[in-house]
Each structure stands twice: as structure tokens, then as C-alpha cells.
């Protein structure tokens, strides 16, 4: 029988690979200890902060060798931002694809929070990897950290219709926006393993819907949760 290449577990968490001579392809182990380092690196960001956090660390967490993380990256910030992309484009790619079919832009927008809940709470490490961790690392990491976030807003917001008053957002309310959701995802994970995420969607739903169809209106919508 051919050995199963699959670098998962049946809960679908990453393995640790045998040791010795295992007969899997190069490509799969290039491919399963670059996602175990990328797992590590959320894990122990997510742990200790991005400053605090060393290469060691992020190797134990990832089940792999100092050695082998410098087979693939040079530094940390180096793992760092590899991950940080490999996140951003899975969550974005999910929240573009959730409202379609949605018939009006509130629906997208129940069907896009529904989406962004449930993906952080499959692994709620990703809130304080994406949210809390970039703030407190400062520089490019904190400016990376901005963008993630106004990329989110903007895809939740996608196709809304002119705000209520007739004017656009401004950039001040836009920020207002981010913090805003920011805020309420980092208090989901704040206690517990992030069960009180999915709890959070009626809120979140009235947060993005309020600017553009009044807070009456967004209130409604939000209650159809």
C-alpha cells in the first residue's frame, strides 16, 4: 500500500514527521515543515509577543530543529511575514468568496462576519497573531498590521451603497471602523479559548452596517443573526 502523503492528523492538526529514513517525497516534507514553522511562528507570536518571541521558540512550537528553521528563513521577521501572508490571504480569499449570493449588501455583509468568526475561531492564535502581536512589535510590523486590518474592513464593506447622510466615510470613521471590530475580536479571546467569538457576530454585523444604513436599520439587520 502507498504511504499517505498528508501532513496532517485526523483532527487536522499538523504532525510532527518520523524520524530516520520516512520514503516521503522532498516535496512534501519541504511543504509540511514550512507549514509546521508557519504554525510555530503563529503559535508562539500569538504566546509571547513578537518581540519576545526567538527562533528557538518558534522551532519547539513547530516540532523542528534551529537548523531546519534556517533552511527556510533567515530570521524571524523573515518567518514572520511569510505567515503573516499565508493568514491575510486565506482570510481575505474566504471573506471575498462569502458573499456571493447574497441577496443586498446586508446579507453580505451577516454572511462575511459569519465567515471572519468562524475562520478566527477555528484558531483563535490567529486574533492575537494578526491583532495583538503587530501593535506591540512597532515599525513595518505595526504598519503590516494596519493594512491587515483596513483590508478586512474593505472587504466586509465591499459594494456597500453611499453612507446614509450622502457623503463617503472619511478616513477618520473608516479608523474608527477598524478599531472598533479590532477591539471587539481581541475581547473575544481574551478569556477562554475563543468561545465567545461566534457571540460577537450580532455586534460586529451593526458595527459595519451603521454607516452606511443608520443605526436603527443596522440594528434590525443585526438581530437576524
Known amino acids: 500500500m502507498a504511504r499517505r502523503e498528508s501532513g496532517t492528523d485526523d483532527d487536522g492538526k499538523l504532525r510532527r514527521l518520523p524520524p530516520g529514513r520516512h520514503g516521503l517525497s522532498r516535496e512534501f516534507v519541504t511543504r509540511n515543515q514550512r507549514e509546521r514553522l508557519i ?3 503563529i503559535a508562539a507570536v500569538s504566546a509571547h509577543g513578537f518581540r519576545e518571541t526567538s527562533v528557538s521558540q518558534i522551532a519547539a512550537a513547530a516540532g523542528v530543529s534551529r537548523r531546519t528553521f534556517y533552511g527556510y528563513f533567515s530570521t524571524k521577521e523573515e518567518c ?8 491575510e490571504g486565506h482570510l481575505l480569499g474566504a471573506l471575498a468568496e462569502a458573499g456571493d449570493g447574497a441577496r443586498g449588501f446586508a446579507a453580505a455583509v451577516r454572511a462575511r462576519v459569519a465567515t471572519l468568526l468562524e475562520f478566527l475561531a477555528a484558531n483563535p492564535d490567529l486574533v492575537r497573531f494578526g491583532l ?14 494596519r493594512r491587515f486590518l483596513a483590508a478586512v474592513v474593505g472587504e466586509l464593506t465591499e459594494g456597500h451603497p453611499a453612507p446614509r447622510r450622502g457623503e463617503a466615510a472619511t478616513a477618520l470613521e473608516t479608523e474608527a471602523m477598524q478599531g472598533a471590530i479590532s477591539s471587539v475580536l481581541i475581547a473575544a479571546v481574551a478569556v477562554g479559548d475563543g468561545e465567545e467569538l461566534p457571540a460577537a457576530a450580532p ?7 451603521a454607516p452606511f444604513l443608520g443605526r436603527r436599520r443596522a440594528g434590525e439587520e443585526s438581530r437576524k443573526v
Not at 132 to 138: E, I, L, N, Q, Y
Open 132 to 145: 495583538v502581536a503587530p501593535p506591540g512589535a512597532g515599525g513595518e510590523f505595526a504598519a503590516r498590521g
Open 203 to 209: 455586534q460586529l454585523v451593526e458595527m459595519v452596517l
Open 80 to 87: 514572520f511575514e511569510a505567515s503573516f501572508d499565508l493568514f
Open 39 to 41: 504554525a510555530g511562528t
